[in-house]
């Protein structure tokens, strides 16, 4: 019987207490709706803010083989989280419509709003890798606000210190988002590597578009130089040429008389000659004066001069004697190594000295020309190189500025920019539309990354850091680039790891795993 008493007030002690923790349950503020939507609460206990963390979210994929009872915080009246201890209520909120993420802390006495300044409130926010950031936080009518921005990505451990009517009250509590938990055997298998941020020279480049072009040094016009008629062509608009090759041959009668002259001032060369020699012989056996070996040998002297300025005449046409063919055959041969880029003539045609026949043009060399704004005319000097792409196909090659035009257009406020391109290959065709990287300067920058480990989340530009086993995003800000690195300016510290070729795949398991929250 005594035992069955004993029972009895045992039983009743618990409902009892049952009741107690449910009127303090049910006594809070009611909850709406988050400010934010990172509004998760945790339950204090003790004053030491034991909290009531939800589950730990990982992707499927990467065999977290741990599993947490998610229990759902409890809510402020302004949809933050709550804590309390005792009588006292502390709400936390990260508030961000129409302003920076920032903290905003209600606090509560017997569920009674209190004033800002009745309390004080320290916070302190812990990031993966990074040194704990003390948040100061000053009064607002209602709450107290911090003065720092919450960056994102929303993910950390959150500890704060609040002190009311002498007591010191402790709450901590944390938020995932953008994160994942990827092994080292997963990163090997799916390709991905890790790098390390820091240094780097970027290159300094200025983008051009331009075409392609002949040398025009080394580009020759052919003309007949008198007035004849094609009688053959022997090349067409396209073919390779070496130099001295025959590439028409002409009829002219001009050629014809030059020719007539150079025969006819050899003739009265060799007669000149065979005076003079019997002229000498008899001067020198005394026969005749001296007088007349001298004639002679002036004789012979002029006939010489006559016939070399003949010959003068014809070598400067590329015409030479015609031996045994029609004095009026005149050969037009290639001046250089080329191409014919120009055919203007045809059979039977009748041409002026003056009139162009042929363009051979030598593509083993081409310019690359661009036009260049005024604003970028003075990061250009000549001498620097050059990466120069087809618009049409893969090709590429790298060049020298050889050349900055010196006059601006009036209207099109421009100049021209030339780059040497060898062409030994063929790659580069006149007329051909391309893209120009000038490497304009240099600079070492503290920060960098791959540009290949930039990726888009959200409207952020972002790396994954690595972390222990865990990948978080990283949103930067960034700087300049030249296509292999990209600065740094905030949001990555010097030596940190991050994802870098396939990071898309972090990308891909993050969005899988839910581990970034709508704003």
Known sequence: MQKNKQALAIAIVIVIAIGLALGIFYSRPAASTDEHGHGQAHQDEEHHGA?????????????DEEHHAEVEPVKGPHGGR?????????????????????????????????????????????????????????????????????????????????????????FHYSQEEARIRISDAQLRENGVTVAQAGPAVIADQLQLAGEIHVDADR??????????????????????????????????????????????AQKRLELARTTYQREKQLWQEKITAEQDYLQARNAMQEAEIVQETAKQKLAVLGAGASVGKPLARYEIRAPIDGVVAEKYIAIGEALKEDAPIFTITDLSRVWAEAVVSAKDLPRLQTGQKATVKASAYDASGSGTLTYVGALIGEQSRTATARIVLDNHKGLWRPGLPVSIELLTGETRVPVAVSADAIQSLRDWSVVFGRYGDYFEARPLELGRSDGRFVEVRKGLLAGERYAASNSFLIKADIGKAGASHDH
Request: hydrophobic share 45%.
């Open 82 to 170: 709550w804590f309390a201890a005792g009588d006292f209520g502390l709400e936390v909120t990260i508030f961000e419509q129409g302003v920076e993420p920032q903290f905003r802390i209600y606090s509560f006495n017997k569920n009674k709003p209190l004033a800002p300044a009745a309390s004080k409130v320290s916070l302190t926010l812990t990031r993966l890798g990074r040194a704990p950031q003390s948040f100061n936080l000053v009064a607002e009518q209602g709450y107290l606000k911090s003065q720092q921005v919450v960056e994102e990505p929303h993910s950390f451990e959150v500890d704060i210190i609040a002190e009311y009517q002498g007591q010191r009250h402790s």
């Open 219 to 264: 580009t020759v016009q052919v003309v007949p130089r008198l007035a004849a008629s094609v009688e053959q062509v022997l090349v067409s608009a396209g073919s390779p040429v070496r130099k001295g090759q025959v590439l028409a041959v002409l009829s002219s009668q001009a050629v014809a008389e030059l020719r007539a002259e150079v025969l006819a």
């Open 51 to 63: 909290e009531a963390k939800p589950a730990h979210a990982e992707s499927a994929g990467h065999g």
